[in-house]
């Protein structure tokens, strides 16, 4: 399968500090960058998402950054808190199915 | 938005037997995918569920191994055939309403072989 790169595997941030999750790409035929937020024991739920015609996305708290030419995507999340801790994946697709990065385990203590 | 149902939540087998899961939808969608996930790990797509017609399988999944149904725009099942300790993980239905469209997820199925 095409690969999404996702880094880091875990992330430590303390509350109120931002958390940064970076993904590449190599598919120029991707169209489509959702984030997916997964809590222990449920399925992944949609957080944000993205098409390549725009360089930011804005939702509350969380922005997704896209840079086109680099093939590259970032999820920020701004004043970070407890509640946010879960494992975070960011995807593409070309109009099929969902392509996963590896995931990254959000830790935010309090 | 969609709802899915996803049946057994979970279950432990014996290897060499068969394990058939189930996803109920409340609504029709036009795509419906199987994923698998391994315990602290990504999700990885096994097949396209389409409807009426065979299921689309990704690299390292085959259908001999990995049987799929759709029979209509609201179900489909997954079975994992002929287990081994190997198939243990999270199998999770998926559901979109259009290309490029939010994916649902149901639950997942979390299968243990012994």
């Known amino acids: 399968q095409q690969q999404v790169k996702q880094s880091p595997q875990s992330l430590i941030v303390q509350k109120g500090g931002i958390s940064i999750i970076n993904c590449a790409y190599e598919?120029?035929?991707?169209?489509?960058f959702p984030w997916y937020q997964q809590f222990p024991g449920k399925g992944p739920a949609l957080l944000i998402a993205?098409?390549?015609?725009?360089s930011e996305k804005k939702e509350g708290r969380f922005t997704i950054s896209f840079n086109k030419s680099a093939k590259q995507f970032s999820l920020h999340i701004m004043d970070s808190q407890p509640g946010d801790s879960a494992t975070y994946f960011c995807?593409?697709?070309?109009?099929?199915?969902?392509?996963f990065g590896k995931g990254t385990t959000l830790s935010v203590s309090s | 938005s969609a709802v899915i149902s996803q049946k057994p939540s979970r279950d432990i087998c014996q290897r060499g037997t068969s394990l058939t899961i189930q996803c109920q939808v409340d609504?029709?969608?036009?795509?419906m995918f199987w994923y698998r996930q391994q315990p602290g790990q990504s999700l990885t797509l096994i097949a396209t569920?389409?409807?009426?017609?065979?299921?689309?399988?990704e690299s390292g999944f085959v259908i001999d191994k990995f049987p799929i149904s759709r029979p209509n725009l609201t179900f489909s099942t997954l079975t994992v055939s002929n287990m081994s300790p190997e198939d243990s993980s999270i199998y999770l239905c998926?559901?979109?309403?259009?290309?490029?469209?939010?994916?649902?997820f149901g639950q997942g199925t979390r299968l243990t072989v012994v």
């Open positions: 609504s029709q969608v036009t795509m």
């Open positions: 598919n120029t035929a991707f169209d489509y």
């Open positions: 995807a593409a697709s070309a109009g099929t199915a969902l392509i």
């Open positions: 569920a389409n409807q009426g017609s065979e299921a689309t399988y």
């Open positions: 998926s559901v979109q309403q259009g290309q490029n469209t939010e994916a649902f």
């Open positions: 993205i098409r390549p015609d725009v």
